[in-house]
């Protein structure tokens, strides 16, 4: 018995060994975490603070997988660097986390973590994060919802490697400052990977790119005192040096002039309904919007807020003067389109409301949208922006008198309304 826990133990040692010497950048994270073979147990998992081997789960599977040890403890180890901590995930949840880990472990393809079936879990993990719009597990979540019961199997036996409900929830354990290190020492060891660390990039900027930026962008823009078209040092101040485009290292320039004496009068939002916009994210950034407005005591009355559903026809203008139509909105709210792609109907009819007198004193529109459409060609007389909710890996152009930002669906769907 004696000699056979020795064994695997030495197993495990030369697992991690391997495990630093091809994946230098995890070394780290392997060095904070102990290591327990625990005897009569056929499962694998890491509760944040150990890796714990069950001895029957190595003994029955090592010889057929020579890779098991190091491929096992790397994707522990992404798990906790990408937060997926909760032992009581639904299941689809957990499988979503278990793909996102792989596919990026196949994409790094270094020797000690190969195992057979890269090409078909590689092609299966792409279907979906396109399907989803980003490889963030609660986006995948609704793409598994949707396939069979024999797929979900099917990607279960191919993705599958540790036991999720053997977690601790507790804290995160520094996991998210580990995070961050890594990814400084991912894109320090990325000529060495030749590329194939990208996925692996892509997954920790999405992680750790910085939270409430939309949130930012959205004080910003519907409390500014006056328009950008009157002062354009103002766009370059806030706007421009702002980034536009936010991957979360960018400095935020928070302004006490425009915070102490907030101008909020009326703002369209826009949601382009033509393609696969998910309710939950425009439902959000609608709340947060309505939040800003409440914050700056305009939510009540002192303020107008338009949200128009358009794909290429407006389909819906529901105006928002209070928390009550806030309330009934949110309770009855429904994604209505799926034709083609035209911002430019939405401008047409924010137009026509202007010259009949029912928007008077519009402050700003801004279209929440994941794609390409159809610009107006002349700048509109109020301050536009083009909110993109997709993975943020893909440039969008926009017109040069619109801004721009790139907001993350996981950020929409996972943040609750701060009121600070
Ligand atoms: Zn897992």
Redesign the pocket.
Known sequence: MESESGALEDAVSAGVNRLCLDLGFMTRAVMTLGRMIEPDYDGYHCDGTSLVFGSDWILSRQSSEPNLIPRSIA??IL?CILG?SSPTNDPLL?LA??IV?GYILDSLDVPCIRTSGRDDRMYAAEKIFKNAGSPVPKAMVEVLREASQWRITDYMRMF???N?RGRESVSDMGWSELSKQMMVEVEGFSQKLEGRSDALLRILRIRNRRRHDYRAFLRKFMTRRSSIRENPDEFDYIYYSYGLRMYGNLPLIDSVEYSDNPHVEEFVIAIDTSGSTMKGPVMRFIEEAFDVLRQSGLGNGGSELHIIQCDDEIRSDVIIRNEMDMKSMMGDFHIMGGGGTDFRPVFRYVDGLRSDGALKNLKGLMYFTDGMGTYPETRPEYDTAFVFCDDGCRERQVPPWAMRITVDTDDLMTDSVKHD
Do not use: L, P, R, T
């Open positions: 994707h522990s798990h997926h957990d986390e278990d880990v599958h490697v540790d999720h």
